[in-house]
């Protein structure tokens, strides 16, 4: 259990670097909080799957200072996504990784939205929703279902 406990703390700080590292090369999309919150979720609750992937994004906030609003509109969005996630798509290997896409998708449209009206360009909205999704389609397809049963 330790070990788990240990490779999330890792992962919290390794990808708030790499989010930062990314987002100072103007790569937004290519952030790890998502994927590594919707297994969080999955393995323990909604609950640790919104403080995984906020911690993710609050060390690349602390090592790269923006508005709050990068901040705040994620969290509300990925909250109510792993909320709701949790609530009606439940996972087992067949429905793994269509549900977490579903779960992907969905937030990223909805966040996006949500900073399109806070004055963001609708092409990096855009440009962020692919990128996101094929990163986390990646992750998730591919070592996503053996992560979720090592951490459960």
């Given at each position: 259990m330790i070990t788990q406990q240990l490779f999330i703390v890792a992962?919290?700080?390794?990808g708030g670097y790499l989010g930062m590292r990314f987002r100072k090369m103007d790569i937004s999309g290519l952030e790890f909080y998502l994927a590594f919150g919707i297994l969080a979720t999955y393995a323990y609750s909604p609950f640790w799957?919104?403080?995984v992937g906020s911690a993710m994004m609050l060390v690349a906030l602390v090592l790269y200072p923006r508005g709050i609003e990068r901040f705040w509109i994620p969290v509300v969005c990925m909250a109510a996504t792993f909320y709701l996630g949790a609530r009606y798509l439940p996972m087992t290997q067949g429905t793994f990784v269509m549900n977490s896409m579903i779960l992907v998708i969905g937030y990223n449209v909805i966040s996006n939205l949500a900073y399109m009206l806070t004055?963001?360009?609708w092409f990096r909205a855009f440009r962020f929703i692919v990128i996101s999704s094929f990163l986390n389609f990646i992750i998730l397809s591919r070592i996503g279902w053996d992560l979720l049963q090592w951490l459960s």
């Open positions: 992962m919290v700080m390794i799957g919104a403080v004055g963001y360009d």
